[in-house]
């Protein structure tokens, strides 16, 4: 929880976060305190695999709600209608060609809190992302990912 900056997202994230937060108190939590209750049932907790499982997952659990309670301090919702146009910014959809192999990708630019690698939402945050963020068509990018640089024309913006 080291980042304490604004946490932009969609309503759609929002709800999304929201959702999670009361599945994780709602559901999981109360699963993982019966969990503990029938492991504390059986006997010496000093040789009870199941007990210490089943605290380092509520410690898992307790975590995740206090990181999203966190976040959800700092939430600014952004309406899709609000991004300039015509710029790589949050919520734009960039399709980019790839100068290497001319390969066609699409990436829809998101907070990290909305990523969704098989929907194409990437973060802004990624170093594809940070590489794209500003871009406008017809802009070339260099892009340092861990497996070299890519070059990307951005031949779209919606």
């Known amino acids: 929880m080291s980042d304490s900056g ?85 919520f734009a959809k960039v399709t980019v060609e790839d100068l290497d192999d001319g390969e066609i990708e699409e990436y829809t630019l998101v907070s990290p809190e909305e990523t969704d690698l098989d929907r194409g939402h990437i973060s802004i945050k990624s170093p594809i992302g940070q590489g794209l963020l500003g871009g406008e068509v017809g802009d070339v990018v260099e892009i340092k990912v861990p497996a070299g640089v890519m070059k990307y024309k951005i031949t779209k913006i919606a």
């Open 6 to 90: 604004p946490v932009h997202v969609s309503a759609n994230g929002l709800k999304k976060m929201k959702e999670e937060l009361h599945r994780l108190k709602f559901t999981a939590r109360p699963e993982i305190v019966a969990e503990i209750k029938r492991a504390r049932e059986m006997g010496d907790l000093s040789e009870n695999a199941e007990y210490h499982a089943a605290k380092e997952a509520q410690g898992h659990i307790e975590r995740q709600i206090s990181e999203i309670e966190f976040k959800l301090t700092r939430i600014i919702v952004i309406n899709k209608e609000d991004v300039v146009k015509g710029k790589a910014y949050l």
